[in-house]
């Protein structure tokens, strides 16, 4: 069996309750639906100043309020969704990080009427750098910046750098072959 270093996220999620899981089984991964790209995307956002453990451990409430992040769904809401979403203690009542899961719906919409799906999208300007990523989603989408971008690009398989080399699930993604791995 292969040492993973000490301090990199493939060590630390190893048999965690929350963190292993995802590790194993998502971080990194391919990932084909809009809905669960949109997902991922809220969650980085919700990410914004806290831990991942956080948002993690709120993911099942967050799936809850934001109707299993159906775009079609959230970009409907409107002032009640607003008002219910800033009273509902299962997810992150932060009013830009609300708003930006809206905007963000209409956006990808727009982005289902342009490009077909969010995955192609995404798969059109791949490969950029992290820069360019950056400048691309600042432009497309609301509360994203270097590090949400960056993180939501590295957990989707878009962006190198999910797993330690020496991880096993280093060779199970690389299987798959992501953008990332191109």
């Known amino acids: 069996m292969s040492t993973l270093p000490n301090n990199t996220y493939c060590s ?28 991922r995307l809220m969650l980085e956002i919700n990410q914004a100043g806290l ?10 409430g967050l799936r809850s309020a934001y109707d299993q992040f159906a775009i ?31 905007s963000n719906a209409r956006t990808l919409l727009d982005i289902r009427v342009s490009h077909g799906s969010f995955k192609r999208w995404l798969d059109q300007y791949h490969p ?4 360019d990523w950056t400048r691309l989603f600042k432009k497309t989408f ?15 398989g878009y962006l190198p750098g999910a797993h330690h080399p020496t991880c096993p699930v280093h060779e199970t993604i690389r299987a798959l072959h992501p953008k990332s791995m191109q």
């Open 72 to 102: 079609e769904q959230v970009a409907e809401y409107g002032d009640e969704d607003r008002a219910r979403l800033m009273q509902d203690s299962r997810i992150i009542r932060n009013h830009l990080k609300v708003e930006a899961a809206i």
């Open 12 to 39: 630390i999620a190893r048999g965690h309750e929350y963190h292993g899981p995802y590790h194993d089984h998502e971080y990194g991964f391919p990932v084909e639906s809009d809905d669960l790209l949109f997902e």
């Open 51 to 60: 831990s991942w453990l956080t948002i993690l451990r709120k993911r099942d």
């Open 128 to 131: 950029l750098d992290t820069i």
């Open 142 to 156: 609301r509360y994203t910046g270097g590090e949400i971008t960056a993180s939501f690009l590295i957990s989707t």
